[in-house]
Antibody, heavy 119, light 107 residues
Framework: QVPLVQSGAEMKQPGASVKLSCKAS????????VHWVRQAPGQGLEWMGLIDPTTGGTSYAQKFQGRLIVTRDTSTGTVFMDLSGLTSDDTAVFYC????????????WGQGTLVAVSS | EIVLTQSPDTLSLSPGERATLSCRASQSVISNYLAWYQQRPGQAPRLLVS???RRATGIPDRFSGSGSGTDFTLTIKRLEPEDFAVYYCQHYGSSPLFGGGTKVEIK
């Protein structure tokens, strides 16, 4: 069973919002924080934010404050990432990844979701 | 704010050769919070090493991590064809931070 499975690719216009999902399975949902990391075409990895599935508490990179919202649904074990005010610079593959409580590394990554922003 | 600098940007080697990848932090970091990932083309990153030197489950022993303070190294003892990929170091202080990556390409 794959621990994290993400929703499919999205194409959006500038100014729009996108909501991606990341479904956890095969492990206890509350044992890991879930993070979002993005990767622009040909570029490196950029941390965006995280959620504590137990409390719903979040933390966001300063760069995304005000336009990123991460939520979770404990009944389905799903984490959502909502990014608003999209520009062409947001074209990227977005990954969810989990970090075990009390540790500081990503032990598993979702398969990634491509978001293309174009008029 | 800590910056992670990886070098070289690109490493051109042949299968069977040894690869040595560097990750330098702008200030001393806690070794327990330093990890390495491999990313093959079109795939998600995969954890190789955590705590600077602990191989993740299922990672072959040709991969090894070392270092402390500001200087960390990922060594691939003998490159296999599937090892040609991009490698990232990552530190987790107040929030996660990634190095810029080193691409290991076939010479």
């Amino acid at each position: 069973q794959v621990p994290l499975v993400q929703s499919g690719a999205e194409m959006k216009q500038p100014g729009a919002s996108v909501k991606l999902s990341c479904k956890a399975s095969g492990y206890t949902f509350t044992t890991h924080y879930v993070h979002w990391v993005r990767q622009a075409p040909g570029q490196g990895l950029e941390w965006m934010g995280l959620i504590d599935p137990t409390t719903g508490g979040t933390s966001y990179a300063q760069k995304f404050q005000g336009r990123l919202i991460v939520t979770r649904d404990t009944s389905t074990g799903t984490v959502f990432m909502d990014l608003s005010g999209l520009t062409s610079d947001d074209t990227a593959v977005f990954y969810c990844a989990r970090v075990p409580r009390d540790l500081r590394h990503f032990d598993f990554w979702g398969q990634g979701t491509l978001v293309a922003v174009s008029s | 704010e800590i910056v992670l600098t990886q070098s070289p940007d690109t490493l051109s080697l042949s299968p069977g050769e040894r690869a040595t990848l560097s990750c330098r932090a702008s200030q001393s970091v806690i070794s327990n919070y330093l990890a390495w990932y491999q990313q093959r083309p079109g795939q998600a990153p995969r954890l190789l090493v955590s705590g600077a030197s602990r191989r993740a489950t299922g990672i072959p022993d040709r991969f090894s991590g070392s270092g402390s303070g500001t200087d960390f190294t990922l060594t691939i003892k003998r490159l296999e064809p599937e090892d040609f990929a991009v490698y990232y170091c990552q530190h987790y202080g107040s929030s996660p931070l990634f190095g810029g990556g080193t691409k290991v390409e076939i010479k």
